[in-house]
């Protein structure tokens, strides 16, 4: 073990050799505002001074929106968590076994909710949860530190979040709203590198990747609208046109993918919007920065009307069907390209301070029901286990053992890999013990003052910064900054007490290892578990276009498939090649969503002959059925095989209505005869 984190540690100070300009600001405006709230806890004379410190490392982000984000909901988690303290520990004084199951209770629901939410909300919820337990059990037995223990907590809390805000927003900050704009103009242009790729034929494993990075990208957006809009009340306006944006960049990237996927043949109407619209992207992607976006939206606007005007020079059958819809992608390929580029300059215009006639819905998130009872009834059991190790032992160490296995249990629970994130928490509380061990109880004592902790504090702290900065390192530097905090436990005088450094630490490092324990053996998932939850889902909505009253909006479905293959990406990306169907399956089944709606859509009209009208009903209750009720054995043949048999018959009417609807249907049984993993139902 040993030896792995040393590697952990080389590779570590190797990858912090050369920082960014930007991560150094970061670490520098980071380690500053904690020793300015380590300075202010002393000032104020609080009783646990690193709490404040610690909690600048814990809501410290590169964006100020992130920042204030975090450190609010940090701040309600914790009033919250407060709240449930003092009125638990009375309503249960005298009664240790009621107490201690209403503590697990209380975790177990934090953790249901943290599990159905995001961050920072989910950081609230969970938070809450195990803000109670650190109040609440040190107070047992002693109701008179309870109103001190809670007021501690809280103020020093609040001394922290304010420190990590006002010096995210003075010192050199990175806003929100800039980064929201970078964001966005990184995705465009990586939209239309994409698109080019793809109507160029590029290699097909960078186009995978560079789509994946896409989808990871464009949800990352609808996360900084909150962050944007805590920065100032004006961003709110500019936070709405971000989310109207997004709606255009998954248009885009799914039209691009179908077109991708269905090569257009050689026909004279497809030909000039095919180059005019390569040319387009090729010239877009090629662009360091979009600071003049009117020379791209004019040549996407003249696309979209000549896929719209392009007459019909196509042979019969099949090829007409292709053609029409060929044309129709490629207009709103164009459109969404066109939309998304105003959005980029919406953003960054003023803000529009007119009030606002109509609020725009949020947009739609995957939300797995199932996993957040599973995650709860985990946190909730195993707090309980070693709730009644600590009550019958009464081990001095027991408290933080408690408490630990809390935390770990319920901040980790939905992350799509609970153990390795577990793991890694244990790993840099590992790597805190010696430092803070040396610096605590050897250097610091016989040197009081803040002038010789910053002299020993801040070579340690400033490269931990650095290194939490680092999306490869910062969970393992997260917990190395917040553990070294605590173990450190900096006082304006320190003293030296080693067995009761050991004992805390040793007991925070044997409650890590027990909630790691816990993933393990309360309720074990796997990841093939929550893949096979996940595409259950996305084929039952599917199944639920075709068939509700309802129908949808197209950006609340592709908002909602999309955030749902976010969430698949990391499960099925740890294993490999050997998911790559599910994958592609699930970004086919967008299209395939947005040709039912298509196909909705028509039969809402009045344009489709009575014949046409049936053959489409039926096709959709076809696949309807065969979404949600499959036997073993069974195959799309039949399904695949009525749809090309009809396509042709429904487009013997000439209307565009019949030609789209018959276009549709083709492209379905395209989709998913290229993926039947992914539209099979697995056992």
């Known amino acids: 073990m040993w030896q792995r984190l040393e590697k952990q ?8 050799a050369k920082p960014t300009r930007s991560d150094l600001i970061f670490a ?37 929106g992130m920042v204030l984000a975090k450190g609010f909901f940090r701040l309600v988690g914790t009033l919250i968590g407060a709240v449930v303290a003092l009125a638990i520990v009375p309503l249960f004084s005298g009664h240790a076994w009621l107490f201690l199951g209403a503590l697990a209770l209380w975790i177990g629901i934090c953790t249901l909710v943290s599990s159905l939410l995001r961050n920072p909300e989910a950081y609230g919820a969970a938070l809450a949860g195990y803000t109670a337990m650190i109040i609440g059990l040190p107070a047992f037995g002693q109701p008179h530190l309870l109103a001190e223990l809670a007021t501690a907590r809280c103020s020093e809390i609040v001394l922290g979040i304010l420190c990590a805000a006002v010096t995210s927003r003075l010192i050199l900050p990175q806003l929100a709203g800039d980064a929201m704009a970078s964001r ?42 909150a962050y944007a809009r805590l920065e100032t009340p004006s961003m709110s306006t500019r936070a709405n046109s971000v989310r109207r944006t997004i709606g255009h960049l998954l248009s885009a990237l799914s039209a691009a993918r179908m077109l991708h996927r269905h090569s257009a043949p050689a026909n004279a109407a497809l030909i000039p919007v095919r180059s005019a619209l390569k040319s387009c992207v090729a010239d877009l992607s090629a662009v360091d920065s979009l600071k003049h976006t009117e020379p791209f939206i004019d040549r996407l606007d003249r696309i979209a009307e000549e896929a719209a005007a392009a007459p019909l020079v196509a042979g019969e059958g099949d090829d007409r069907i292709g053609t029409l819809s060929r044309l129709t992608i490629a207009g709103e390929f164009a459109q969404a390209l066109k939309g998304a580029l105003r959005g980029l300059d919406a953003l960054r215009r003023p803000p529009d301070t007119r009030k606002r006639t109509r609020r725009q819905p949020d947009l739609v998130i995957h939300r797995d029901h199932r996993g957040a009872w599973r995650n709860a009834a985990r946190a909730m059991v195993g707090t309980a286990l070693v709730a009644a190790f600590w009550l019958e ?34 790993k840099g509380t590992l790597l805190a013990l010696p430092f803070a061990f ?41 917990a190395f900054a917040i553990n070294f905090l605590a173990f450190l436990s900096p006082h304006p005088v320190m003293t030296y007490d080693p067995q009761e450094f050991l004992t805390g630490s040793v007991s925070v490092l044997i409650g890590i290892l027990l909630a790691t324990g816990v993933y393990l053996v309360v309720l074990p998932v796997s990841a093939r578990e929550a893949v096979r939850r996940i595409v259950r889902v996305m084929r039952e909505d599917l199944a639920r276009l075709c068939l509700h009253e309802r129908i949808p909006r197209r950006s609340a479905f592709e908002g909602l498939a999309y955030d749902r293959i976010n969430q698949l990406m990391p499960l099925l990306q740890s294993s490999g090649k050997r998911n790559d169907p599910l994958l592609g399956g699930s970004v086919v089944a967008v299209s395939v969503g947005l040709e039912i709606l298509r196909l909705r859509l028509a039969l809402l009209g009045t344009a489709l002959p009575p014949a046409a009208r049936q053959s489409v009903t039926e096709f959709l209750k076809g696949v309807a059925r065969d979404l949600l009720v499959q036997s073993p054995g069974h195959s799309w043949a039949a399904m695949i095989e009525q749809a090309r048999r009809n396509a042709p018959e429904i487009a013997e009417s000439d209307s565009p209505e019949a030609l789209q609807s018959a276009s549709a249907m083709r492209v379905i049984a395209a989709a998913i005869e290229d993926y039947p993993e992914f539209f099979r139902k697995q056992a």
């Open 9 to 16: 540690l080389r590779d570590w100070f190797q990858a912090l």
């Open 393 to 426: 032992t009464q081990w001095p160490g027991a408290t933080g053992l408690v408490i630990i296995v809390a935390v770990v249990s319920s901040l980790f629970a939905s992350r799509p890999f609970p153990v390795q994130a577990a793991w890694g928490f244990f």
């Open 184 to 225: 966005l103009e990184r995705c465009i242009i990586d939209l239309a590198s994409y698109a080019s790729g793809a109507f160029s034929g590029a290699d097909i494993e960078k186009l995978r990747a560079l789509h994946a990075k896409l989808i990871a990208d464009i949800q990352s957006l609808g996360e900084m609208r």
């Open 438 to 478: 040396l610096v605590g109880q050897y250097i610091l004592p016989p040197l009081p003052g803040f002038g010789w902790f910053m002299l020993f504090v801040v070579p340690i702290l400033v490269p931990t910064a650095l290194a939490m900065a680092n999306p490869r390192y910062a969970g393992v530097a997260t």
């Open 28 to 64: 520098l405006r980071t380690v500053s505002a904690g020793l300015i709230a380590l300075l202010a806890a002393y000032a104020l004379k609080l009783e646990h001074p690193h709490w404040a410190m610690m909690t600048v490392f814990i809501v410290s982000q590169p964006v100020a």
